[in-house]
Structure formats: structure tokens, C-alpha cells
């Protein structure tokens, strides 16, 4: 059974940063595409950040060179480091196995001052 936890949420200030863990179990950590959603107030989720299998890494144009998606696959660990946060970057984050399909229960992320 995958089980994916996410951790690191909470509330920071504008300008403030967050390092949000997923740790999974129950499946091929190494060979499996991971990434990071994010599901806003009154909005669609999105997909933030992908890190494949090789380390390759995609992010949504709104979060590049402020988040840094990694993988630690000997600790089976996904992260996003969250730098410059703005409001607008408050939301539920949830990790996702991306060819398994499962998703953690996710993360709340709140940017207030």
C-alpha cells in the first residue's frame, strides 16, 4: 500500500520560506516521477514542481527561482524548498506519485502578514 505524508506547512510571513517534506513507502521511490501540487482557496489544483526519476525538474512559471524541487531517494523523501513566498502562494500543497497515481493528504501553506 503507498502511502505518501507531507510535512512543513504552516503560516509564514511574505518574504518568509517553508521546506515542505513528503515521505513515502510502498513504492519504487527511485524510478518513480514525483511531484508537487497546490490547490489555492476557490481554485483548481495545480501542479507546482516535478522531479523525475533521472532528477530532471519542471515548475509552474510562477514559482521559478523561488522553489527548488529535490529527492532524497535513499530516504525516500521528495522536497520543495519555498523561498520569497507571496500570498498569492497560500494554499493546500500535496505530494503526488506521479505514475502510481497516489496522492498524499497534504499541507496547508499560509502567506500573511
Known amino acids: 500500500q503507498v502511502q505518501l505524508v507531507e510535512s512543513g506547512g504552516g503560516l509564514v510571513q511574505p518574504g518568509g520560506s517553508l521546506r515542505l517534506s513528503c515521505a513515502a513507502s510502498?513504492?519504487?521511490?527511485?524510478?518513480?516521477?514525483m511531484a508537487w501540487y497546490r490547490q489555492g482557496p476557490g481554485r483548481q489544483r495545480e501542479l507546482v514542481a516535478l522531479v523525475a526519476a533521472s532528477g530532471g525538474t519542471n515548475y509552474l512559471e510562477s514559482v521559478k527561482g523561488r522553489f527548488t524541487i529535490s529527492r532524497d531517494n535513499a530516504k525516500k523523501v521528495v522536497y520543495l524548498q519555498m523561498n520569497s513566498l507571496k500570498p498569492e502562494d497560500t494554499a493546500i500543497y500535496y505530494c503526488r506519485a506521479v505514475q502510481q497515481g497516489s496522492w498524499g493528504q497534504g499541507t496547508q501553506v499560509t502567506v500573511s502578514s
Open positions: 510502498g513504492l519504487i521511490f527511485s524510478i518513480e516521477p
